[in-house]
């Protein structure tokens, strides 16, 4: 791969006296501008540098994928990244168990479950955002593919009844209170990714300790 030189002075690689030069916010590390990839847990980009969408702000890879284990915020500007994770569930009512895809979105006061659907159309659709929820940008961690897009809301599960999460073989597991009866129900979805996974079990543990701190 080739690496280009500074536009300026044409000697150079992103030198310190030059325009072109910039460096990662987190390892203060030179950064190139030929290479930008927005899909941020995407393995085979490992090596390339990031820029989010929304504040145009750029990172190493590793950096940033190592700073969202924490963070859920743009380390520069501090700007929120929304919590919306392509996920899948299993369907256990049945008697075959069937994966349905999903994307799960944190949100202050409650975990929402939105469908993915496939488009059958050839016209160009906006598949980072539902145009009635507008829940869904590319600063989020969902990585779809070209022919699938978001639609309507079809679980959700209000952190005040959650009493219990963990990890359990590559899925998150919420125990949950529901009815009259007040009885204990489980629901489980899971990711392949365990980075994020990571993600999404630490950001709604947060949002929950938060949740039932002020409440």
């Given at each position: 791969m080739?690496i280009?030189?500074?536009?300026?002075?044409r000697?150079?690689?992103n030198c310190?006296?030059c325009?072109s030069?910039?460096?990662?916010?987190?390892c203060?590390?030179?950064?190139?501008?030929?290479v930008?990839?927005k899909?941020i847990?995407?393995?085979?980009?490992?090596n390339?540098i990031i820029?989010?969408?929304?504040?145009?702000h750029?990172f190493?890879y590793k950096?940033?994928?190592t700073?969202?284990?924490k963070?859920?915020?743009c380390p520069?500007?501090r700007?929120?990244?929304i919590?919306?994770y392509?996920?899948?569930i299993?369907?256990?009512?049945?008697i075959?168990?069937?994966?349905k895809k999903?994307?799960?979105?944190?949100?202050e006061?409650k975990?929402s479950?939105?469908?993915?659907?496939?488009?059958k159309n050839?016209y160009e659709?906006?598949?980072?955002?539902?145009?009635?929820?507008?829940?869904?940008?590319?600063?989020s961690?969902?990585?779809?593919?070209?022919n699938?897009y978001?639609?309507q809301?079809?679980y959700?599960i209000?952190?005040?009844?959650?009493n219990?999460?963990?990890?359990?073989?590559?899925s998150i597991?919420?125990?949950?209170i529901k009815?009259?009866?007040l009885?204990?129900y489980y629901y489980?979805?899971y990711?392949?990714?365990?980075?994020?996974?990571?993600?999404?079990?630490?950001?709604?543990k947060?949002?929950?300790?938060?949740y039932?701190m002020?409440?």
């Amino acid at each position: 791969m080739d690496i280009k030189k500074c536009p300026r002075c044409r000697k150079c690689i992103n030198c310190r006296k030059c325009n072109s030069y910039q460096e990662c916010p987190i390892c203060l590390e030179p950064i190139s501008n030929y290479v930008i990839n927005k899909n941020i847990l995407d393995k085979k980009n490992k090596n390339y540098i990031i820029q989010l969408s929304k504040c145009k702000h750029k990172f190493h890879y590793k950096c940033i994928t190592t700073w969202f284990e924490k963070e859920s915020t743009c380390p520069l500007c501090r700007l929120k990244i929304i919590d919306a994770y392509n996920v899948k569930i299993q369907n256990t009512k049945k008697i075959f168990l069937r994966n349905k895809k999903c994307v799960v979105h944190l949100l202050e006061y409650k975990i929402s479950f939105y469908d993915i659907k496939k488009n059958k159309n050839n016209y160009e659709y906006n598949l980072l955002e539902h145009p009635e929820q507008k829940i869904i940008n590319s600063n989020s961690f969902i990585n779809l593919k070209e022919n699938q897009y978001i639609t309507q809301e079809f679980y959700y599960i209000l952190y005040q009844f959650i009493n219990l999460i963990k990890i359990y073989q590559n899925s998150i597991v919420i125990r949950y209170i529901k009815g009259p009866d007040l009885k204990n129900y489980y629901y489980s979805f899971y990711n392949n990714n365990p980075i994020e996974l990571k993600i999404i079990f630490n950001n709604l543990k947060k949002r929950i300790e938060y949740y039932k701190m002020i409440n």
